[in-house]
């Protein structure tokens, strides 16, 4: 009688683990549903990415930018230099007050239109692009209940 309690026990054992590992599986089964923990992490490190490509796009364009002002200030000082050396010529050259007067004021004017036509430049290139922004992590706060 010792042996069939025993094997009676250990069948009751055998029986209960099969059963509760049952419910561990079918447990299991419902967690693949629930959004893992990582993907937080996975969309910081997406949204990391996109703010890598991002930055090289925005650089990328201000060096763009940079290279267009540079290149439209050359020209500008290269007009503003001309005009100066031509009119210095001319300065060497004349002979009264009047001529003198009238290569002052068409300098003068030669300076306003070179002036003017950086402006222009200037605005054709547009604003300035804008900067990213970089994604943070959400940080975890605690709140002091009343």
Do not use: C, H, W
């Amino acid at each position: 009688m010792a042996t069939n309690a025993r094997r009676l026990g250990i069948s009751a054992v055998l029986i209960a683990g099969l059963f509760f590992s049952s419910i561990n599986l079918a447990i299991a089964d419902d967690d693949r549903s629930k959004p893992k923990p990582f993907s937080k992490k996975m969309d910081f490190k997406n949204s990391f990415e996109k703010f890598k490509y991002e930055k090289n796009v925005y650089e990328e364009a201000m060096k763009a930018r940079e290279e267009a002002r540079e290149k439209i200030n050359k020209t500008f000082k290269a007009t503003i230099k001309r005009a100066t050396a031509q009119a210095k010529f001319a300065l060497a050259n004349a002979t009264t007050a009047e001529q003198k007067m009238i290569i002052m004021n068409a300098l003068k004017n030669a300076r306003i239109e070179a002036v003017a036509l950086r402006d222009l430049a200037l605005a054709a290139l547009g604003t300035l692009p804008s900067p990213p922004m970089e994604a943070k992590k959400d940080e975890k706060r605690r709140t002091l209940a009343p």
